[in-house]
């Protein structure tokens, strides 16, 4: 998994009740990049970030992580190299405090008490959580619980970070610590978001998904630009790319 470079061929994944989640999804995105995800309620964003480690396997076509296609022998080394920010908290936060949940992962990767209490707190500091440690985790306000699963994630210091809305329900304050503290990472991001400023800030490459398929991958400015692409997308071009709303002056063609 040296490369870390994650792929998707051709994978295509329908829930069992039938509803198709991914149709015919191809991609390579390497090293180092910023990838945003983005399009319509419904669009497969969530779907697909599953199959990055795992959580769902592609009925037609393979997803890899590194070399190799995701399979039950590497799974456990796919989850330490995808670090992966559920869309809702609750889906990630288990432990009886919020501290134990963000050391939960730095344990299970074999750390001593000490170096996952140590990582955990550091993880918290970063997001601003630190006060929350002792908080049940099921106690949390929306924006907290966000803050305590990106906390989660961080503590494993994951190679590849796959976020599905991580900004929603943060506050301006968290939403811009988030922003820069992401703009640090240096590894690879791939962020299922509709905050397509957060999209336009962070990621120089995205992936516009509509009904399962992938309608357009380029570069982020390129695509957001497009007004046909947008409108078809169900989406609305990022605040800062519109003209001020006040002296009616226009943002740059
Ligand atoms: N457990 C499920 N069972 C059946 N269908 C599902 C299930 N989860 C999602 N779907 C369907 O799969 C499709 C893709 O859903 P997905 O959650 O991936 O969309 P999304 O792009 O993440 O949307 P959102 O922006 O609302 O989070 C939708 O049609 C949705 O109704
Ligand atoms: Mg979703």
């Given at each position: 998994?040296?490369?870390?470079?994650?792929?998707?061929?051709?994978?295509?994944?329908?829930?069992?009740?039938?509803?198709?989640?991914?149709?015919?999804?191809?991609?390579?995105?390497?090293?180092?990049?910023?990838?945003?995800?983005?399009?319509?309620?419904?669009?497969?964003?969530?779907?697909?970030?599953?199959?990055?480690?795992?959580?769902?396997?592609?009925?037609?076509?393979?997803?890899?992580?590194?070399?190799?296609?995701?399979?039950?022998?590497?799974?456990?080394?796919?989850?330490?190299?995808?670090?992966?920010?559920?869309?809702?908290p609750d889906?990630q936060l288990?432990?009886?405090?919020?501290?134990?949940?963000?050391?939960?992962?730095?344990?299970?990767?074999?750390?001593?008490?000490?170096?996952?209490?140590?990582?955990?707190?550091?993880?918290?500091?970063?997001?601003?959580?630190?006060?929350?440690?002792?908080?049940?985790p099921y106690?949390l306000s929306g924006g907290e619980k966000r803050s305590a699963a990106?906390?989660?994630?961080?503590?494993?210091?994951?190679?590849?970070?796959?976020?599905?809305?991580?900004?929603?329900n943060?506050?301006?304050?968290?939403?811009?610590?988030?922003?820069?503290?992401?703009?640090?990472?240096?590894?690879?991001?791939?962020?299922?978001?509709?905050?397509?400023?957060?999209?336009?800030?962070?990621?120089?490459?995205?992936?516009?998904?509509?009904?399962?398929?992938?309608?357009?991958?380029?570069?982020?400015?390129?695509?957001?630009?497009?007004?046909?692409?947008?409108?078809?997308?169900?989406?609305?071009?990022?605040?800062?790319?519109?003209?001020?709303?006040?002296?009616?002056?226009?943002?740059?063609?």
């Open positions: 998994m040296s490369h870390h470079i994650t792929e998707a061929a051709n994978a295509s994944y329908s829930y069992p009740d039938g509803t198709v989640g991914i149709k015919n999804i191809s991609f390579k995105i390497t090293h180092g990049e910023s990838v945003a995800l983005v399009g319509a309620n419904g669009a497969g964003k969530s779907t697909l970030l599953l199959h990055l480690n795992g959580y769902l396997s592609p009925a037609k076509g393979e997803i890899k992580i590194g070399d190799f296609p995701i399979t039950s022998k590497n799974l456990k080394d796919v989850r330490k190299t995808v670090g992966m920010v559920f869309q809702y889906d288990f432990m009886p405090t919020v501290l134990e949940d963000v050391a939960f992962g730095p344990l299970n990767l074999g750390l001593s008490d000490e170096q996952a209490l140590k990582k955990a707190i550091d993880a918290l500091k970063i997001v601003g959580a630190e006060h929350l440690s002792d908080r049940p106690k990106i906390a989660a994630v961080l503590a494993m210091s994951p190679n590849i970070l796959v976020m599905d809305e991580p900004a929603s943060l506050d301006p304050g968290s939403r811009r610590r988030l922003i820069n503290l992401l703009k640090t990472f240096k590894h690879t991001k791939i962020i299922a978001t509709h905050d397509l400023d957060m999209a336009l800030e962070l990621c120089e490459r995205t992936i516009i998904l509509c009904k399962g398929e992938i309608k357009a991958d380029g570069e982020t400015v390129k695509l957001f630009k497009d007004d046909n692409l947008i409108n078809q997308s169900g989406l609305e071009k990022p605040l800062s790319m519109q003209g001020c709303p006040i002296c009616g002056k226009k943002p740059c063609p």
